[in-house]
């Protein structure tokens, strides 16, 4: 059974990389689609079934773990009927139109054969994915009037697909061309006197009703262009039950009748059509669900049994060289006690800047916040730091809003490509507005045919330096932004598009002579406050604006307490400040527990009980910046890259903090990972700005689904790191210490066991949650995405782990803890290498891949180096035994 998880995993992983390159369809095509990878699956739930048998597990003391494995088999079950006898689709209304018509998921390729009368010949309906890749397995033969034909797919052209058929002397080409109604793409040939035609795309499924649109309505977030949410207001119209019931549809609410479920899929782009997606799937969607409930309720059985293997785990399951007798865990028992700039410009004054910080201001993407975020947001995008030299954000907003003539030859701007620093004449990294925009003549912009070229291709065609200069050509825009005043967006429009502007915008709609009045001063006032470093004039700035504000916002503002929260967010930095802390504390711990198992020599414990309370007092601050965040954005910190790692950093701790009761190696090296975890959480690629959630986000299963699934990647962290000390430890292994090192390794071993039995548990249910989630927002449990598919596969991997000890060759010690070390690498391309080298639903790079770093490399060696001198010493130890 090992092996067949092997080749499941390999399979999946080749076909998330087949997706990048060629296209789903080639995935689909070569793996998901194929009957060798149905075969699999068959044949690993036959052999699950075996094993229960084997194993006697349906015994009555054992009949819970019979059943949590048992659910994996409803769920591939479910799968199965899903597979086979669901329907799945996607419908079309426009406003005012009714249908009972859906195009289906599935394409196919049809055929029809016809001679010189028009008499049909033959006909024939396939279903194909083709793709560039998969070309050579799509060969339909055809046979005739004792003739042999062959339709070959040759592959794309533009839009259209390109077909060659042999048989009748000289082969003909035959492109289709899809339909302008959406049809599918259709062409013809002929050969020998017979017409070949030939189609490909979507089937159609009629429905026993029809589906009246009312009204699609797309929402927005206030003075922005981001959806909000979209709704399709709609009537079923079934003439056959007497039925006509209104309906509106919308993300997370599904609209049920007579089986069918109708999801809101997408819309038109002009906001007068909707498009559903469609589903039918009565029996799997019962038969999965099922197994979703078995599974998670016997999760809970497990960890609660005294008797299950998660309770009752022993370091004697592992064969061990080092372990001499069991004398050597009494004197473990003893051992573990003893462990237990210089210009002229003008610079704003920092203490007036700061307080005009709190004004409000509406964003970009309709988020209203304090002013002090909006210039947090924008130095960090600007250049590509925190902070700019000894100048808070507020003094860089004002300098250039204010003094833009002298700010302008600032080198801010931030440039990686070579390339482009020629191009503007800059030997370093930083660029400032003047070396890209020539003042000498009309303002002539360096870079504006490389942009222009830029955004002339398509997203796939770009390169490296393409990608580069759209990035500099933000950041050069966002300058000249500033020096306009268009991020002062801090006055309601008073308007019916809930959109705010600048004070001489909302000017032109001012109520009366005395909002006109204020809208002309309210600069002027700030400027003087600013000029005179003067906290209480900025304050009765920030005052007044409030009180405008508060009369024509037709949505409620951020209250007092909520701004002043974002305030301290930004000003304690505190993720920032911890990771020093998290990294030191647990490197020293490690030291420090290390020594007496190699030396035999006790060592001071007050200082392991400083570094315990340091990082107690880490993790409260931590988890009042999570809940900080929280509170500010008003949805659980989760929706992106930057928040999902400062949730990891934290669980991570948190389970060091669970099992330090069981050894103080958990703790240190949880500490280390969590330290790592969020230094990579503050590099460049992250963006930690606090946003507006996308529609599809909103959702309690999605917060469900995203919680548990990354709080298992601490778990898997701390196995991680304590599969890699006991590889340190096998290194320094030497007879005189042996006992010592044996009974340590033992301890970790069961730590760690446990500790990835949770991380599996949580990753299942997670991975599983966002299958609920997926067909309670649109419809289909699984969809093969990269990502989803690397958390199955990740699974497969810590599947493997835990019954390692069951695999001949694998029952020592030794292997268990390489296998927890190295299959870290597993979550890092669930986590790292879909979002940033893969294509898909979840990624944040589009499968544009960013640079390896060059510690990534010296890490795989270090380890691999660590591995093999730890395999060779305990070779050396089992030969001896």
């Given amino acids: 059974m090992g092996a067949l998880f092997i080749i499941f995993a390999f399979a999946m992983a080749a076909a ?67 597979r086979y006898f669901g329907q799945e689709g996607q419908i079309h209304i426009r406003e005012g139109g009714k249908t009972d018509i859906c195009t289906t998921n599935q ?18 309906t396939i279903d194909h994915k083709p793709s560039e890749l998969s070309s050579s397995g799509l060969r339909q033969k055809i046979h005739i009037r004792d003739r042999n034909y062959e339709l070959v797919f040759a592959g794309m052209m533009s839009d259209r697909y390109v077909f060659h058929l042999f048989g009748g002397g000289k082969p003909d080409m035959v492109m289709l061309s899809p339909g302008a109604d959406g049809s599918p793409a259709a062409g013809s040939a002929e050969a020998d006197g017979l017409y070949f035609e030939i189609s490909y795309g979507s089937g159609t499924m009629k429905l026993p009703f029809s589906l009246f649109l009312n009204e699609f309505v797309l929402e927005r977030y206030p003075g922005s262009d981001s959806p909000s949410g979209y709704r399709s207001d709609v009537a079923v119209i079934d003439e056959s039950e007497n039925v006509e019931m209104p309906f509106v549809i919308f993300m997370n609410n599904v609209l049920k009748y007579r089986g069918y479920r109708f999801y809101q899929s997408s819309y038109d782009p002009d906001e007068m059509g909707t498009v559903l997606s469609v589903n039918r799937d009565r029996a799997g969607m019962i038969v999965t669900y099922t197994g979703y409930s078995f599974l998670f309720f016997f999760i809970l059985i497990s960890l609660l049994i005294r008797k299950s293997l998660f309770r009752t785990v022993r370091a004697t399951m592992w064969n061990s060289a080092l372990r001499k007798t069991l004398t050597l865990l009494v004197l473990f028992t003893v051992l573990s006690g003893l462990g237990n700039i210089s210009a002229q410009q003008f610079v704003p004054g920092k203490k007036a800047s700061d307080e005009l910080g709190r004004i409000l201001v509406q964003d970009q993407k309709g988020r209203t916040k304090p002013l002090s975020t909006m210039s947090n947001d924008i130095v960090r995008k600007v250049t590509g730091g925190n902070k700019f030299g000894n100048y ?22 931030k440039v990686n490509n070579g390339e482009i620093r020629k191009k503007a004449g800059i030997s370093g990294r930083y660029a400032s507005f003047s070396d ?17 070229t830029a955004y002339s291709k398509s997203p796939g065609s770009r390169n490296k330096t393409d990608k580069e200069i759209m990035k500099v050509d933000e950041r050069v825009n966002i300058i000249f932004m500033m020096s306009r005043g268009d991020f002062l967006r801090m006055f309601p429009l008073n308007d019916t598009t809930h959109n ?84 030191l504390a647990g490197l020293i711990m490690i030291i420090i527990l290390i020594i007496p198992v190699i030396t035999n020599r006790p060592v001071s414990s007050p200082v392991l009980k400083i570094l315990r309370w340091l990082l107690v007092a880490g993790f409260i601050m931590h988890t009042s910046g999570l809940a900080l965040r929280w509170y500010i954005s008003g949805h659980v910190p989760l929706s992106n890259g930057y928040e999902s790692m400062i949730f990891i950093s934290w669980i991570t701790l948190l389970a060091g903090l669970v099992f330090r009761r069981r050894s103080e190696f958990a703790l240190s090296s949880t500490a280390v990972l969590a330290g790592l975890t969020l230094l990579v959480a503050h590099m460049s690629f992250m963006d930690p700005e606090i946003t507006n959630l996308v529609p599809v986000l909103k959702s309690y299963w999605l917060t469900l689904h995203v919680s548990v699934i990354t709080g ?136 544009d891949p960013v640079p390896v770093p060059v510690f990534v490399y010296v890490s795989v060696i270090i380890l691999v180096s660590v591995s093999v001198t730890a395999y060779l010493k305990y070779r050396r130890f089992r030969k001896t035994s």
């Fill in 500 to 583: 705010w502007g600048s004070p001489h915008e909302a000017l032109v709609n001012a109520s009366d002579h005395a909002d006109s009045l204020y809208l002309q001063n309210i600069i002027p006032a700030l400027v003087n406050s600013v000029q005179e470093n003067s906290s209480v004039k900025a304050s009765q700035v920030v005052s007044s604006v409030r009180m405008y504000q508060e009369r024509f916002a037709e949505y409620k503002l951020p209250s007092l307490l909520r701004v002043g929260s974002e305030l301290l967010y930004y000003r304690l930095v505190v993720f920032e400040r911890l990771f020093p802390l998290y990294l």
């Fill in 392 to 413: 808070s954000s507020m003094q860089f907003f004002l300098g250039f809003l204010l003094d833009f003539d002298h700010w302008k030859e600032m080198p801010v701007i």
């Fill in 16 to 82: 998330t990389f087949i997706e990048n390159d060629y296209g789903s369809g080639a995935a689909y095509g070569m793996v998901y689609d194929t009957r060798w990878f149905e075969l699999i699956l068959v044949l690993l739930t036959v052999n699950l079934i075996g094993q229960l048998v084997i194993n006697k597990l349906f015994r009555k003391d054992r009949l819970p773990v019979a059943l949590f494995h048992l659910a994996f088999v409803l769920i591939l079950a479910g799968a199965g009927i899903t």
């Fill in 712 to 847: 298992s990647y601490g778990f898997f962290g701390l196995g991680a790191l304590l599969g890699l000390l006991s590889m340190v430890l096998l290194t320094l292994t030497r007879p005189e210490n042996r006992e010592r090192i044996s009974s340590t390794i033992d301890e970790l071993t069961v730590i760690n066991y446990k500790t990835l039995t949770l991380g599996l548990y949580f990753l299942t249910i997670g991975t599983f949650l966002g299958a609920i989630w997926a067909n309670e927002s649109w419809g289909r449990y699984w969809g093969w995405d990269p990502k989803e598919t690397w958390s199955l596969i990740t699974m497969i991997v810590y599947t493997l782990v835990i019954h390692s000890r069951m695999i001949p060759g694998m029952r020592d010690i030794y292997s268990f803890n390489l296998l927890a070390l190295f299959a870290f690498s597993s979550v890092l391309m669930t986590y790292f290498g879909v979002n940033y080298y893969l294509s898909g639903l979840h990624s944040y790079a589009g499968g």
């Fill in 436 to 452: 890209l925009v020539d003042f000498s003549g009309e303002g002539h912009y360096k870079l504006s045919e490389d942009v222009r």
């Fill in 107 to 124: 394409r196919y390729l049809a055929y029809t054969v016809s001679d010189s009368s028009g008499l049909k010949l033959l006909e024939k």
